[in-house]
């Protein structure tokens, strides 16, 4: 069985606090759709549409957003809290191969998060697509692999969580690369998304939290 070490460094709760950072994406990507001019479907319209820096058919659909520079940066943003949370994470499990693998990958996808930021679909659509596709790929592999070795450390709800999140992620983006009917394109590529990203977020919290416990108990 693997065993979990929450140590009191500052690090720990750092790297915790990073990856619970990524809300962050949500809540800009929601403002950037306020504006009346964006008009957005988020069955219809892929998410890569919110950092296009001019209104044009996007995905056989017409669609602004004004807001596109904060779309941009947000990505860019989640993406190098997410490296280096995954840097800084990693003394949570024992050093072995599958640890390295796991946020390895995480920070493959957040290199790949950076990329969409600095390649808009519109500029330059084969990099943003690769790099789109790298983010949901290896953040659901990662998610799927930490699942995995929560269960063997005896978390058993946050491994089936992560465990889920990261196969539903994983089908979705497949059939999301399978181009459906593009009525359903925005609402696949979400659901390839939004399962990882939020138990990157939960498990963040989770990590800061513990490293905050055990400060506070090393203090007594």
């Given at each position: 069985m693997r065993e979990l070490t929450f140590t009191a460094s500052r690090s720990l709760a750092a790297g915790g606090l990073l990856w619970a950072?990524?809300?962050?994406?949500?809540?800009?990507?929601?403002?950037v759709v306020l504006p009346r001019a964006s008009s957005q479907n988020l069955a219809?319209?892929?998410?890569?549409a919110l950092g296009d820096t001019r209104c044009g058919l996007i995905g056989g659909f017409r669609f602004c957003s004004p807001w596109h520079e904060a779309a941009d940066i947000a990505w860019i943003v989640g993406g190098v809290c997410l490296i280096l949370g995954a840097l800084l994470n990693t003394v949570v499990?024992?050093?072995?191969?599958?640890?390295?693998?796991?946020?390895?990958?995480?920070?493959?996808s957040g290199v790949g998060l950076v990329s969409t930021g600095f390649n808009p679909y519109n500029l330059r659509p084969a990099v943003h697509l690769l790099s789109a596709g790298t983010c949901f790929f290896c953040g659901a592999v990662g998610v799927l692999l930490l699942g995995g070795m929560l269960?063997?450390?005896?978390?058993?709800?946050?491994g089936a969580a992560g465990i889920l999140c990261g196969l539903t992620s994983i089908i979705s983006a497949t059939l999301t690369a399978l181009r459906p009917d593009p009525h359903v394109q925005g609402l696949f590529e979400?659901?390839?998304?939004?399962?990882?990203?939020?138990?990157?977020?939960?498990?963040?919290?989770?990590?800061a939290f513990s490293a905050r416990r055990a400060h506070l108990s090393r203090g007594r």
């Open positions: 950072s990524l809300a962050q994406i949500f809540v800009v990507n929601n403002a219809e319209h892929i998410i890569s499990f024992p050093p072995d191969r599958l640890r390295n693998l796991a946020f390895g990958v995480l920070a493959v269960r063997q450390a005896d978390r058993p709800y946050w979400r659901i390839a998304a939004w399962p990882s990203v939020v138990w990157v977020i939960c498990f963040g919290a989770y990590i």
